[in-house]
Protein backbone atom coordinates (compact mmCIF):
# COMPACT_ATOMS: atom_id res chain seq x y z
CA UNK A 1 0.00 0.00 0.00
CA UNK A 2 0.84 3.67 -0.80
CA UNK A 3 2.34 5.75 2.54
CA UNK A 4 0.21 8.67 0.70
CA UNK A 5 -2.87 7.12 2.14
CA UNK A 6 -2.55 8.09 5.53
CA UNK A 7 -3.17 11.99 5.52
CA UNK A 8 -3.31 13.13 9.20
CA UNK A 9 -3.07 11.67 12.91
CA UNK A 10 -6.17 12.38 14.70
CA UNK A 11 -5.51 13.14 18.33
CA UNK A 12 -8.83 13.03 20.57
CA UNK A 13 -8.42 14.35 24.55
CA UNK A 14 -10.38 12.83 26.93
CA UNK A 15 -9.49 14.19 29.94
CA UNK A 16 -7.24 16.83 31.38
CA UNK A 17 -6.97 20.64 30.15
CA UNK A 18 -7.60 19.69 26.61
CA UNK A 19 -10.63 17.59 27.01
CA UNK A 20 -13.29 16.98 24.51
CA UNK A 21 -10.50 18.87 22.02
CA UNK A 22 -9.29 17.23 18.78
CA UNK A 23 -5.77 17.34 17.70
CA UNK A 24 -4.91 16.43 14.11
CA UNK A 25 -1.17 16.18 13.09
CA UNK A 26 0.07 16.56 9.31
CA UNK A 27 1.43 12.86 8.08
CA UNK A 28 3.53 13.94 5.37
CA UNK A 29 7.01 13.78 6.36
CA UNK A 30 6.42 12.62 9.85
CA UNK A 31 8.86 10.37 11.48
CA UNK A 32 8.03 10.60 15.02
CA UNK A 33 5.23 12.35 17.44
CA UNK A 34 6.81 13.71 20.75
CA UNK A 35 4.31 14.15 23.90
CA UNK A 36 5.12 16.51 26.78
CA UNK A 37 4.92 19.74 28.70
CA UNK A 38 7.79 21.77 26.12
CA UNK A 39 6.13 23.77 24.01
CA UNK A 40 8.08 22.06 21.15
CA UNK A 41 6.21 19.07 21.57
CA UNK A 42 3.60 18.07 18.35
CA UNK A 43 1.35 17.41 21.55
CA UNK A 44 2.24 19.99 23.96
CA UNK A 45 0.72 20.53 27.39
CA UNK A 46 1.65 23.66 29.01
CA UNK A 47 -1.22 24.02 31.62
CA UNK A 48 -0.22 23.99 35.21
CA UNK A 49 -2.93 21.56 35.84
CA UNK A 50 -1.28 18.83 33.84
CA UNK A 51 1.68 19.13 36.03
CA UNK A 52 1.70 15.13 35.86
CA UNK A 53 2.90 15.68 32.45
CA UNK A 54 6.65 15.67 32.14
CA UNK A 55 8.69 18.24 29.97
CA UNK A 56 9.94 14.87 27.37
CA UNK A 57 7.04 12.20 28.68
CA UNK A 58 6.55 9.66 25.77
CA UNK A 59 7.21 9.63 22.03
CA UNK A 60 5.28 7.66 19.19
CA UNK A 61 7.20 6.38 16.06
CA UNK A 62 6.55 5.71 12.78
CA UNK A 63 7.83 2.53 11.41
CA UNK A 64 7.88 3.36 7.66
CA UNK A 65 8.00 0.05 4.94
CA UNK A 66 5.68 -2.09 3.17
CA UNK A 67 3.15 -1.15 5.99
CA UNK A 68 2.71 1.47 8.20
CA UNK A 69 3.03 1.14 12.04
CA UNK A 70 3.55 3.25 14.74
CA UNK A 71 5.20 2.21 18.34
CA UNK A 72 4.80 4.00 21.40
CA UNK A 73 7.95 4.37 23.97
CA UNK A 74 8.10 6.13 27.27
CA UNK A 75 10.95 8.84 27.51
CA UNK A 76 12.02 8.30 31.40
CA UNK A 77 8.77 10.50 32.44
CA UNK A 78 8.36 10.60 36.27
CA UNK A 79 4.68 9.46 36.13
CA UNK A 80 4.90 6.35 33.48
CA UNK A 81 2.91 5.73 30.20
CA UNK A 82 0.11 3.43 29.85
CA UNK A 83 -1.14 1.76 27.07
CA UNK A 84 -4.85 0.44 27.60
CA UNK A 85 -4.41 0.91 30.99
CA UNK A 86 -1.42 -1.18 31.03
CA UNK A 87 2.03 0.30 32.18
CA UNK A 88 5.18 0.01 29.10
CA UNK A 89 8.55 -0.47 29.78
CA UNK A 90 9.66 -1.09 26.43
CA UNK A 91 8.28 -0.28 22.97
CA UNK A 92 4.75 -1.24 22.18
CA UNK A 93 2.59 -0.88 18.86
CA UNK A 94 0.06 1.50 18.89
CA UNK A 95 -2.69 1.09 16.59
CA UNK A 96 -6.05 3.06 15.67
CA UNK A 97 -8.23 3.58 18.62
CA UNK A 98 -5.98 2.61 21.82
CA UNK A 99 -5.72 5.15 24.98
CA UNK A 100 -3.00 6.78 25.97
CA UNK A 101 -2.45 7.57 29.33
CA UNK A 102 0.66 9.85 30.74
CA UNK A 103 0.76 8.79 34.32
CA UNK A 104 -1.55 6.48 36.24
CA UNK A 105 -5.03 7.87 36.49
CA UNK A 106 -3.56 10.98 34.87
CA UNK A 107 -4.70 12.79 31.78
CA UNK A 108 -5.80 10.22 28.86
CA UNK A 109 -6.16 10.38 25.04
CA UNK A 110 -7.17 8.58 21.96
CA UNK A 111 -4.59 7.64 18.88
CA UNK A 112 -6.29 7.41 15.30
CA UNK A 113 -5.34 8.17 11.71
CA UNK A 114 -7.28 8.87 9.07
CA UNK A 115 -8.13 7.80 6.41
CA UNK A 116 -7.03 4.11 7.94
CA UNK A 117 -5.39 2.01 6.00
CA UNK A 118 -6.68 -1.71 5.59
CA UNK A 119 -4.49 -3.36 7.34
CA UNK A 120 -4.71 -1.53 10.43
CA UNK A 121 -7.41 -2.49 12.20
CA UNK A 122 -8.21 -1.73 16.19
CA UNK A 123 -7.44 -4.10 19.18
CA UNK A 124 -10.51 -6.91 18.97
CA UNK A 125 -12.47 -6.21 22.11
CA UNK A 126 -12.66 -8.68 24.51
CA UNK A 127 -16.02 -9.80 26.67
CA UNK A 128 -15.41 -10.99 30.20
CA UNK A 129 -18.45 -13.13 31.01
CA UNK A 130 -18.51 -13.43 34.24
CA UNK A 131 -22.33 -14.32 35.53
CA UNK A 132 -23.83 -16.46 32.73
CA UNK A 133 -27.61 -18.02 33.14
CA UNK A 134 -28.18 -21.07 34.81
CA UNK A 135 -30.50 -23.64 33.26
CA UNK A 136 -33.56 -23.53 35.54
CA UNK A 137 -34.69 -27.55 36.10
CA UNK A 138 -38.46 -28.26 36.88
CA UNK A 139 -39.16 -31.22 38.72
CA UNK A 140 -42.40 -33.00 37.75
CA UNK A 141 -44.04 -34.69 40.83
CA UNK A 142 -46.81 -37.22 41.68
CA UNK A 143 -48.69 -38.58 39.58
CA UNK A 144 -47.74 -36.13 36.55
CA UNK A 145 -44.39 -37.14 37.17
CA UNK A 146 -44.72 -41.19 36.54
CA UNK A 147 -47.00 -40.21 33.94
CA UNK A 148 -44.29 -38.95 32.36
CA UNK A 149 -41.97 -41.61 33.32
CA UNK A 150 -43.98 -44.22 31.90
CA UNK A 151 -44.88 -42.04 28.34
CA UNK A 152 -41.26 -41.79 27.83
CA UNK A 153 -40.64 -45.61 28.45
CA UNK A 154 -43.69 -46.20 26.19
CA UNK A 155 -41.93 -43.81 23.71
CA UNK A 156 -38.56 -45.32 23.58
CA UNK A 157 -39.93 -48.59 23.37
CA UNK A 158 -38.81 -49.69 26.71
CA UNK A 159 -42.47 -51.32 27.26
CA UNK A 160 -45.15 -53.26 25.52
CA UNK A 161 -48.72 -52.14 26.64
CA UNK A 162 -51.72 -54.20 25.38
CA UNK A 163 -55.17 -52.44 25.85
CA UNK A 164 -57.33 -54.85 28.57
CA UNK A 165 -61.08 -55.17 28.62
CA UNK A 166 -61.96 -56.02 32.40
CA UNK A 167 -65.84 -56.33 33.86
CA UNK A 168 -66.72 -54.97 36.50
CA UNK A 169 -70.09 -55.54 38.83
CA UNK A 170 -71.41 -54.03 41.92
CA UNK A 171 -71.35 -55.97 44.75
CA UNK A 172 -74.06 -57.57 46.74
CA UNK A 173 -76.37 -55.34 49.26
CA UNK A 174 -75.66 -56.12 52.63
CA UNK A 175 -78.75 -56.94 54.97
CA UNK A 176 -79.55 -54.39 57.98
CA UNK A 177 -77.77 -56.00 61.22
CA UNK A 178 -77.93 -54.82 64.60
CA UNK A 179 -74.66 -52.10 64.12
CA UNK A 180 -76.43 -50.47 61.42
CA UNK A 181 -79.88 -49.75 64.11
CA UNK A 182 -77.31 -48.71 67.01
CA UNK A 183 -75.71 -46.16 64.37
CA UNK A 184 -78.98 -45.09 63.03
CA UNK A 185 -80.28 -44.29 66.67
CA UNK A 186 -77.53 -42.60 67.49
CA UNK A 187 -77.85 -39.98 64.53
CA UNK A 188 -81.00 -39.06 65.34
CA UNK A 189 -79.89 -37.52 68.85
CA UNK A 190 -76.91 -35.94 66.97
CA UNK A 191 -79.64 -34.12 65.00
CA UNK A 192 -81.57 -33.05 67.99
CA UNK A 193 -78.90 -31.91 69.42
CA UNK A 194 -78.15 -29.40 66.44
CA UNK A 195 -81.67 -28.40 66.38
CA UNK A 196 -80.91 -27.12 70.17
CA UNK A 197 -77.82 -25.44 69.19
CA UNK A 198 -78.69 -23.41 66.67
CA UNK A 199 -81.98 -21.95 68.72
CA UNK A 200 -79.44 -21.10 71.34
CA UNK A 201 -76.81 -19.56 69.09
CA UNK A 202 -79.90 -17.55 67.43
CA UNK A 203 -80.37 -15.94 70.52
CA UNK A 204 -77.00 -15.15 71.01
CA UNK A 205 -76.61 -13.85 67.96
CA UNK A 206 -79.74 -11.73 68.43
CA UNK A 207 -78.24 -9.93 71.48
CA UNK A 208 -74.98 -9.44 70.02
CA UNK A 209 -76.54 -7.47 67.05
CA UNK A 210 -78.33 -5.08 69.31
CA UNK A 211 -75.03 -4.22 70.89
CA UNK A 212 -73.34 -4.05 67.70
CA UNK A 213 -76.11 -1.40 66.64
CA UNK A 214 -75.17 0.88 69.47
CA UNK A 215 -71.75 0.55 69.27
CA UNK A 216 -72.01 1.84 65.99
CA UNK A 217 -74.76 4.70 66.55
CA UNK A 218 -71.56 6.09 69.47
CA UNK A 219 -68.98 5.41 66.80
CA UNK A 220 -70.55 7.47 64.11
CA UNK A 221 -71.74 10.17 66.44
CA UNK A 222 -68.09 10.76 67.33
CA UNK A 223 -67.02 10.58 63.79
CA UNK A 224 -69.57 13.53 63.61
CA UNK A 225 -68.13 15.62 65.80
CA UNK A 226 -64.71 14.92 64.74
CA UNK A 227 -65.90 16.16 61.44
CA UNK A 228 -67.27 19.71 62.67
CA UNK A 229 -63.81 20.08 64.97
CA UNK A 230 -62.14 19.33 61.61
CA UNK A 231 -63.95 21.68 59.48
CA UNK A 232 -63.84 24.60 61.86
CA UNK A 233 -60.28 24.10 62.12
CA UNK A 234 -60.63 24.64 58.79
CA UNK A 235 -62.12 27.42 58.19
CA UNK A 236 -59.67 29.09 60.74
CA UNK A 237 -56.61 28.00 59.30
CA UNK A 238 -58.07 29.09 55.85
CA UNK A 239 -58.53 32.51 57.11
CA UNK A 240 -55.07 32.84 59.31
CA UNK A 241 -53.77 31.84 55.71
CA UNK A 242 -55.64 34.42 53.91
CA UNK A 243 -54.41 37.03 56.51
CA UNK A 244 -51.10 36.00 55.57
CA UNK A 245 -51.18 35.95 51.62
CA UNK A 246 -52.67 38.94 52.24
CA UNK A 247 -49.46 40.73 53.82
CA UNK A 248 -47.04 39.10 51.60
CA UNK A 249 -49.08 40.78 48.73
CA UNK A 250 -48.63 44.11 50.43
CA UNK A 251 -45.07 43.36 51.25
CA UNK A 252 -44.86 42.57 47.66
CA UNK A 253 -46.24 45.57 46.32
CA UNK A 254 -44.13 47.69 48.59
CA UNK A 255 -40.96 46.14 47.60
CA UNK A 256 -42.22 46.36 43.69
CA UNK A 257 -42.71 50.55 43.95
CA UNK A 258 -39.53 50.92 46.59
CA UNK A 259 -37.41 48.21 44.43
CA UNK A 260 -34.94 45.87 45.23
CA UNK A 261 -31.70 46.55 47.35
CA UNK A 262 -28.44 45.50 46.49
CA UNK A 263 -28.65 43.49 49.66
CA UNK A 264 -31.80 41.65 48.04
CA UNK A 265 -29.83 41.40 44.47
CA UNK A 266 -26.75 39.53 46.31
CA UNK A 267 -28.97 37.60 48.46
CA UNK A 268 -31.74 36.22 45.36
CA UNK A 269 -28.97 36.17 42.71
CA UNK A 270 -25.48 35.96 43.96
CA UNK A 271 -25.14 32.22 43.29
CA UNK A 272 -26.11 32.66 39.77
CA UNK A 273 -22.39 34.75 38.76
CA UNK A 274 -19.14 32.81 38.72
CA UNK A 275 -15.53 33.87 38.33
CA UNK A 276 -14.10 32.79 34.74
CA UNK A 277 -10.43 32.23 34.66
CA UNK A 278 -9.43 32.14 30.62
CA UNK A 279 -5.67 31.85 28.68
CA UNK A 280 -5.87 31.38 24.83
CA UNK A 281 -3.20 31.43 22.40
CA UNK A 282 -3.12 32.08 18.79
CA UNK A 283 -2.41 29.43 15.72
CA UNK A 284 -1.80 29.16 12.33
CA UNK A 285 -4.58 27.61 10.46
CA UNK A 286 -2.79 26.06 7.99
CA UNK A 287 -0.01 24.05 10.33
CA UNK A 288 -1.66 24.40 13.62
CA UNK A 289 1.27 25.78 15.08
CA UNK A 290 1.25 28.56 17.54
CA UNK A 291 2.44 32.31 16.75
CA UNK A 292 4.77 34.85 18.29
CA UNK A 293 6.04 38.25 18.04
CA UNK A 294 9.34 37.93 16.99
CA UNK A 295 12.01 39.95 19.20
CA UNK A 296 15.33 40.95 18.45
CA UNK A 297 18.07 42.10 20.02
CA UNK A 298 20.04 44.83 18.69
CA UNK A 299 23.19 46.46 19.72
CA UNK A 300 23.37 50.05 21.22
CA UNK A 301 26.45 50.26 22.36
CA UNK A 302 29.80 48.85 22.36
CA UNK A 303 28.63 46.28 25.62
CA UNK A 304 24.94 46.82 25.05
CA UNK A 305 22.27 45.08 23.70
CA UNK A 306 18.47 45.86 23.61
CA UNK A 307 15.85 43.48 23.00
CA UNK A 308 12.69 44.38 21.87
CA UNK A 309 9.46 43.23 19.44
CA UNK A 310 10.00 43.32 16.26
CA UNK A 311 7.84 45.56 13.62
CA UNK A 312 8.17 45.73 9.66
CA UNK A 313 6.69 48.43 7.88
CA UNK A 314 5.26 47.13 4.88
CA UNK A 315 4.67 50.68 2.83
CA UNK A 316 1.93 52.82 1.94
CA UNK A 317 -0.50 49.55 1.38
CA UNK A 318 -0.25 47.60 4.43
CA UNK A 319 1.43 50.06 6.61
CA UNK A 320 3.31 49.05 10.00
CA UNK A 321 2.64 45.06 10.50
CA UNK A 322 3.68 42.60 14.31
CA UNK A 323 6.57 40.66 13.11
CA UNK A 324 4.74 37.35 13.65
CA UNK A 325 6.63 33.73 13.46
CA UNK A 326 6.43 30.44 14.44
CA UNK A 327 9.61 29.98 16.01
CA UNK A 328 9.69 30.69 19.37
CA UNK A 329 13.60 30.68 19.58
CA UNK A 330 14.12 29.11 22.70
CA UNK A 331 11.45 30.96 24.19
CA UNK A 332 12.27 34.73 23.25
CA UNK A 333 10.01 35.08 21.64
CA UNK A 334 6.19 36.41 22.96
CA UNK A 335 3.80 34.09 22.75
CA UNK A 336 0.34 35.78 20.96
CA UNK A 337 -2.50 35.18 23.35
CA UNK A 338 -3.15 36.34 26.96
CA UNK A 339 -4.71 35.19 30.42
CA UNK A 340 -7.09 37.04 32.62
CA UNK A 341 -10.01 36.41 34.45
CA UNK A 342 -13.75 37.98 34.58
CA UNK A 343 -17.75 37.13 35.40
CA UNK A 344 -20.57 35.30 34.06
CA UNK A 345 -23.80 34.51 34.61
CA UNK A 346 -26.40 31.72 34.17
CA UNK A 347 -29.39 32.51 32.24
CA UNK A 348 -30.14 29.09 31.86
CA UNK A 349 -30.46 25.65 34.24
CA UNK A 350 -28.57 23.10 31.85
CA UNK A 351 -25.39 25.51 32.23
CA UNK A 352 -25.63 28.27 29.60
CA UNK A 353 -23.72 31.50 30.64
CA UNK A 354 -23.37 34.93 29.15
CA UNK A 355 -20.39 37.09 29.63
CA UNK A 356 -17.71 38.89 27.86
CA UNK A 357 -16.35 38.44 24.53
CA UNK A 358 -12.89 39.61 25.45
CA UNK A 359 -13.57 37.67 28.45
CA UNK A 360 -14.17 33.86 26.39
CA UNK A 361 -13.01 34.98 22.73
CA UNK A 362 -10.88 37.68 22.83
CA UNK A 363 -8.78 36.63 19.62
CA UNK A 364 -11.87 38.40 18.25
CA UNK A 365 -10.92 41.72 19.78
CA UNK A 366 -8.07 44.07 19.43
CA UNK A 367 -5.29 43.05 20.61
CA UNK A 368 -3.98 46.45 22.16
CA UNK A 369 -5.54 45.87 25.96
CA UNK A 370 -3.47 42.39 26.24
CA UNK A 371 -0.51 43.10 24.20
CA UNK A 372 2.37 42.18 26.09
CA UNK A 373 4.73 43.77 24.07
CA UNK A 374 3.58 46.95 25.28
CA UNK A 375 2.77 46.41 29.26
CA UNK A 376 3.72 49.63 30.27
CA UNK A 377 6.09 52.70 28.70
CA UNK A 378 8.92 51.72 30.45
CA UNK A 379 9.60 48.56 28.76
CA UNK A 380 7.26 49.95 25.12
CA UNK A 381 10.12 49.90 22.78
CA UNK A 382 10.47 48.40 19.48
CA UNK A 383 12.60 47.53 16.33
CA UNK A 384 10.67 48.88 12.87
CA UNK A 385 12.12 47.52 9.87
CA UNK A 386 11.88 48.48 6.70
CA UNK A 387 10.70 45.74 4.24
CA UNK A 388 12.65 46.62 0.24
CA UNK A 389 9.90 44.30 -1.82
CA UNK A 390 11.39 43.41 -5.53
CA UNK A 391 11.10 41.11 -8.14
CA UNK A 392 13.46 38.30 -6.69
CA UNK A 393 14.50 36.88 -3.36
CA UNK A 394 17.69 38.80 -3.43
CA UNK A 395 16.11 42.02 -4.02
CA UNK A 396 13.73 41.73 -0.80
CA UNK A 397 15.38 42.36 2.28
CA UNK A 398 14.38 44.02 5.58
CA UNK A 399 16.78 47.31 6.06
CA UNK A 400 18.49 47.92 9.60
CA UNK A 401 15.90 48.57 12.84
CA UNK A 402 15.62 52.11 14.35
CA UNK A 403 14.42 52.02 17.55
CA UNK A 404 11.00 53.26 18.78
CA UNK A 405 8.76 54.18 21.18
CA UNK A 406 5.07 52.29 21.00
CA UNK A 407 3.25 54.73 22.99
CA UNK A 408 4.18 57.20 20.41
CA UNK A 409 0.48 57.70 18.82
CA UNK A 410 2.34 57.46 15.09
CA UNK A 411 1.90 53.76 16.21
CA UNK A 412 -1.92 53.72 17.71
CA UNK A 413 -2.87 51.69 14.89
CA UNK A 414 -0.98 48.68 16.18
CA UNK A 415 -3.48 48.41 19.17
CA UNK A 416 -6.26 47.64 16.50
CA UNK A 417 -5.05 44.45 15.05
CA UNK A 418 -7.39 41.59 15.51
CA UNK A 419 -5.68 38.18 15.73
CA UNK A 420 -8.19 36.43 14.30
CA UNK A 421 -8.24 38.75 11.17
CA UNK A 422 -5.01 37.27 10.46
CA UNK A 423 -1.29 38.44 9.53
CA UNK A 424 1.91 38.05 7.67
CA UNK A 425 4.25 35.00 9.39
CA UNK A 426 7.84 36.26 8.47
CA UNK A 427 10.27 33.65 8.00
CA UNK A 428 13.39 32.97 9.66
CA UNK A 429 15.96 34.15 7.38
CA UNK A 430 14.73 37.52 7.65
CA UNK A 431 13.85 38.11 3.81
CA UNK A 432 10.45 36.47 2.65
CA UNK A 433 7.24 37.37 3.90
CA UNK A 434 4.75 33.98 3.34
CA UNK A 435 2.01 34.92 1.30
CA UNK A 436 2.35 38.71 1.60
CA UNK A 437 -0.40 39.72 -1.34
CA UNK A 438 -2.57 37.12 0.09
CA UNK A 439 -2.22 36.95 4.08
CA UNK A 440 -2.94 41.27 4.61
CA UNK A 441 -5.26 41.65 7.24
CA UNK A 442 -7.71 45.17 7.02
CA UNK A 443 -8.08 45.74 10.79
CA UNK A 444 -11.64 47.78 9.81
CA UNK A 445 -12.47 45.65 7.50
CA UNK A 446 -11.13 41.91 8.15
CA UNK A 447 -9.09 40.10 6.09
CA UNK A 448 -8.52 36.15 5.30
CA UNK A 449 -8.97 34.08 8.82
CA UNK A 450 -5.81 32.38 8.69
CA UNK A 451 -5.36 32.47 12.32
CA UNK A 452 -7.65 31.34 14.79
CA UNK A 453 -8.11 31.31 19.08
CA UNK A 454 -8.55 28.78 21.51
CA UNK A 455 -8.85 28.77 24.96
CA UNK A 456 -6.23 26.75 26.52
CA UNK A 457 -7.99 26.92 29.70
CA UNK A 458 -11.98 28.58 30.19
CA UNK A 459 -12.85 27.31 34.00
CA UNK A 460 -15.62 28.90 35.96
CA UNK A 461 -16.38 29.28 39.99
CA UNK A 462 -19.43 30.06 41.20
CA UNK A 463 -19.93 31.88 44.39
CA UNK A 464 -18.70 30.84 47.82
CA UNK A 465 -17.67 27.57 46.22
CA UNK A 466 -13.89 26.31 46.35
CA UNK A 467 -14.48 23.99 43.29
CA UNK A 468 -13.61 24.95 39.26
CA UNK A 469 -15.25 23.37 36.19
CA UNK A 470 -14.57 23.53 32.83
CA UNK A 471 -16.29 25.67 30.33
CA UNK A 472 -16.76 25.79 26.58
CA UNK A 473 -17.30 28.96 24.19
CA UNK A 474 -20.80 28.35 22.21
CA UNK A 475 -20.69 31.46 20.05
CA UNK A 476 -19.63 35.04 20.28
CA UNK A 477 -21.89 37.95 19.16
CA UNK A 478 -21.13 40.07 15.77
CA UNK A 479 -22.06 42.81 16.89
CA UNK A 480 -21.01 43.49 20.26
CA UNK A 481 -18.46 42.39 23.25
CA UNK A 482 -21.27 39.34 23.83
CA UNK A 483 -20.29 35.09 24.28
CA UNK A 484 -22.53 32.47 25.31
CA UNK A 485 -20.67 29.87 27.25
CA UNK A 486 -21.47 26.32 28.77
CA UNK A 487 -20.27 25.27 31.74
CA UNK A 488 -19.90 21.41 32.55
CA UNK A 489 -21.94 20.83 35.71
CA UNK A 490 -24.33 17.77 36.08
CA UNK A 491 -26.55 20.31 38.47
CA UNK A 492 -29.41 22.42 37.89
CA UNK A 493 -28.40 26.09 37.78
CA UNK A 494 -29.77 29.14 39.37
CA UNK A 495 -30.45 31.33 36.94
CA UNK A 496 -30.86 35.64 36.06
CA UNK A 497 -34.08 36.94 35.10
CA UNK A 498 -33.67 38.46 31.33
CA UNK A 499 -35.56 42.38 31.12
CA UNK A 500 -37.62 41.44 27.57
CA UNK A 501 -37.99 45.76 27.34
CA UNK A 502 -35.06 46.87 26.28
CA UNK A 503 -36.33 50.23 27.36
CA UNK A 504 -33.41 52.11 29.91
CA UNK A 505 -34.05 55.12 31.53
CA UNK A 506 -31.25 57.67 32.63
CA UNK A 507 -31.69 58.37 36.05
CA UNK A 508 -33.26 55.05 36.99
CA UNK A 509 -31.31 52.40 39.67
CA UNK A 510 -29.35 49.70 38.22
CA UNK A 511 -26.64 47.50 40.21
CA UNK A 512 -23.95 44.94 39.16
CA UNK A 513 -22.63 41.74 40.58
CA UNK A 514 -19.19 40.72 40.02
CA UNK A 515 -15.33 39.39 40.95
CA UNK A 516 -13.86 42.73 40.29
CA UNK A 517 -9.54 42.17 41.49
CA UNK A 518 -10.03 45.20 43.84
CA UNK A 519 -12.21 42.65 45.67
CA UNK A 520 -10.72 41.21 49.07
CA UNK A 521 -9.92 37.36 48.13
CA UNK A 522 -11.56 35.22 50.67
CA UNK A 523 -9.22 32.14 51.20
CA UNK A 524 -10.17 28.57 52.21
CA UNK A 525 -6.80 26.69 53.79
CA UNK A 526 -7.54 22.68 53.84
CA UNK A 527 -5.11 20.05 54.25
CA UNK A 528 -5.46 16.16 53.14
CA UNK A 529 -3.26 13.19 53.10
CA UNK A 530 -3.30 11.55 49.51
CA UNK A 531 -1.64 8.34 48.47
CA UNK A 532 -0.06 8.44 51.61
CA UNK A 533 1.58 12.01 51.35
CA UNK A 534 0.12 15.36 53.68
CA UNK A 535 -0.94 18.29 51.42
CA UNK A 536 -2.18 21.84 51.93
CA UNK A 537 -4.60 23.55 49.74
CA UNK A 538 -5.63 26.69 49.14
CA UNK A 539 -8.36 27.81 47.52
CA UNK A 540 -9.42 31.48 46.71
CA UNK A 541 -13.36 31.13 47.19
CA UNK A 542 -15.61 33.90 45.01
CA UNK A 543 -17.41 36.35 47.02
CA UNK A 544 -19.96 38.80 44.88
CA UNK A 545 -19.08 42.19 44.83
CA UNK A 546 -22.49 44.42 44.56
CA UNK A 547 -22.07 47.73 43.21
CA UNK A 548 -24.73 50.27 42.92
CA UNK A 549 -25.59 53.35 40.70
CA UNK A 550 -27.80 55.35 38.30
CA UNK A 551 -27.94 55.25 34.18
CA UNK A 552 -26.05 58.55 33.78
CA UNK A 553 -25.80 58.32 30.02
CA UNK A 554 -27.06 56.09 26.80
CA UNK A 555 -24.82 56.08 24.16
CA UNK A 556 -26.60 55.31 20.99
CA UNK A 557 -26.31 52.82 18.01
CA UNK A 558 -25.81 53.96 14.66
CA UNK A 559 -28.69 55.35 13.01
CA UNK A 560 -29.00 57.29 10.11
CA UNK A 561 -32.14 60.18 10.71
CA UNK A 562 -32.81 62.72 7.68
CA UNK A 563 -29.46 61.98 5.35
CA UNK A 564 -27.53 62.27 9.01
CA UNK A 565 -25.86 59.08 10.85
CA UNK A 566 -25.44 59.45 14.09
CA UNK A 567 -23.51 56.82 16.12
CA UNK A 568 -21.98 56.73 20.10
CA UNK A 569 -18.13 56.98 19.94
CA UNK A 570 -18.02 53.86 21.69
CA UNK A 571 -21.25 52.49 19.98
CA UNK A 572 -24.16 51.50 21.93
CA UNK A 573 -23.31 51.10 25.45
CA UNK A 574 -25.22 51.90 28.80
CA UNK A 575 -23.02 54.25 30.56
CA UNK A 576 -23.33 54.06 34.63
CA UNK A 577 -22.13 56.24 37.78
CA UNK A 578 -20.82 53.08 39.03
CA UNK A 579 -17.02 53.38 39.96
CA UNK A 580 -16.19 51.19 42.94
CA UNK A 581 -15.71 47.89 40.99
CA UNK A 582 -13.15 47.60 37.51
CA UNK A 583 -11.22 44.91 36.02
CA UNK A 584 -12.30 40.96 36.74
CA UNK A 585 -16.17 42.55 36.77
CA UNK A 586 -16.64 42.18 33.14
CA UNK A 587 -19.41 40.06 32.03
CA UNK A 588 -21.23 40.29 34.90
CA UNK A 589 -25.30 40.90 35.29
CA UNK A 590 -26.23 44.64 35.48
CA UNK A 591 -29.58 44.84 37.54
CA UNK A 592 -32.67 47.48 37.37
CA UNK A 593 -34.71 47.78 40.23
CA UNK A 594 -37.23 44.86 39.35
CA UNK A 595 -34.63 42.58 39.66
CA UNK A 596 -34.18 42.06 35.65
CA UNK A 597 -30.80 42.04 33.97
CA UNK A 598 -30.58 45.16 31.47
CA UNK A 599 -26.74 44.88 30.62
CA UNK A 600 -23.72 42.92 30.55
CA UNK A 601 -20.64 45.03 32.58
CA UNK A 602 -18.20 45.53 30.20
CA UNK A 603 -15.30 48.28 31.10
CA UNK A 604 -14.44 51.21 33.47
CA UNK A 605 -14.41 54.09 31.76
CA UNK A 606 -11.53 56.53 33.08
CA UNK A 607 -11.07 60.80 31.60
CA UNK A 608 -10.14 64.01 33.14
CA UNK A 609 -9.85 62.36 36.78
CA UNK A 610 -13.19 61.47 36.55
CA UNK A 611 -14.63 57.22 36.44
CA UNK A 612 -17.34 55.26 35.29
CA UNK A 613 -18.12 52.14 33.86
CA UNK A 614 -20.04 50.72 30.98
CA UNK A 615 -22.45 47.98 30.01
CA UNK A 616 -24.05 46.23 26.54
CA UNK A 617 -27.51 46.14 25.97
CA UNK A 618 -28.74 42.45 27.31
CA UNK A 619 -30.08 42.44 23.68
CA UNK A 620 -26.89 41.36 22.12
CA UNK A 621 -26.83 38.31 25.02
CA UNK A 622 -30.38 37.74 24.37
CA UNK A 623 -29.68 36.98 20.13
CA UNK A 624 -26.96 34.40 21.45
CA UNK A 625 -29.86 32.84 23.19
CA UNK A 626 -31.47 32.22 19.91
CA UNK A 627 -29.98 29.54 17.61
CA UNK A 628 -33.14 30.29 15.02
CA UNK A 629 -34.76 32.98 14.22
CA UNK A 630 -38.31 34.31 12.55
Known amino acids: MSINEIERIVIRHVSGSKANQIEQIPFVNLTEITIGRDPSSNIAFDSPRDDIVSRRHAVIRVIRGDQISFRLADLGSSNGTFLNGEPITEEKELLP ?18 PRPANMVSRTRVIDITDPASTRIIK ?30 PPPKP ?13 ERRSTSRVWISALAGFVAFAALGGGAFYWKHKHDLEEMKNEEAILASKLDQSTADVEQKAEDAERRRQAERGLTPADIVKQFGNTTAKITRAWRLYDQTTGRPIFHQTISVPVGKRENRTCPAYVNLGEKYGIVRWLTLEDDNRTNIPIGGRASGTGFAVNEQGFMLTNKHVAANWN ?17 GWLYEYTGGPSAKSRKLRMPQLIDLSDDAFSDLKAWVPATGGIVFMKDLALAIG ?16 FGRNDV ?11 ANANLVRSSNDSDAALIKVDTPQRLNTVGIASDDTVRVGETVMALGYPSVAEKMVAISS ?16 PFVSEGIVALLSPRERTENGVTVVGSSGEVIQMSINSTGAGNSGGPVFNKEGKVIGIFTYGISSGGANTSGAIPIKYGRDLLSAQYP
Open 528 to 543: TIENGQYRENTDVVPV
Open 140 to 169: ATGITAASTAAQDAVTKGNISVEPALQKFE
Open 97 to 114: EDTIGLGKNGLKFIFDVQ
Open 365 to 381: LAFGQEDPATPDKARSC
Open 175 to 187: GIGRETVIRMLGE
Open 436 to 451: AERNVPDPKKGGNRTF
Open 458 to 468: LEVRFANSRLS
